[in-house]
């Protein structure tokens, strides 16, 4: 199991915005959208292409290279090209501070 990873200050991110990551090899975006924080992996599911800086759509992101869309709160794909979803990871935010842990070893 990975260790909770600090990743900036609540007040660091306004809404819309996203901050990555790095756990090791792997690439976390974190978002702070309307609705909340998210946290998912930073992979395209089509062709492995960084998600982080394509469009935020509410809790939605989509992917740069060729418009997939994946739903921030699930990790679900939405649209073609990509089918098989990504990964979300545990948030947490405690003293102002937002935290990520990749889980996918537990």
């Not at 990504?86 to 501070?97: D, N, Q, R, T, W």
Request: aromatic share 10%.
């Amino acid at each position: 199991m990975s260790e909770w990873q600090a990743v900036c200050g609540e007040q660091q991110l306004a809404e819309g915005e996203f901050q990555v990551v790095w756990d090791g090899d792997n690439a976390i975006a974190v978002y702070r959208t309307t609705e909340g924080w998210f946290a998912v992996e930073d992979v395209c599911t089509h062709d492995g292409a960084e998600l982080a800086g394509g469009a935020v759509h509410g809790c939605v992101v989509e992917c740069p290279r060729h418009g997939a869309r994946f739903d921030l709160r699930t990790g679900a794909a939405l649209c073609a090209p990509a089918y098989e979803p990504i990964h979300v990871f545990p948030l947490k935010i405690e003293a102002g501070v937002v935290y990520v842990r990749d889980d996918r070893e537990d």
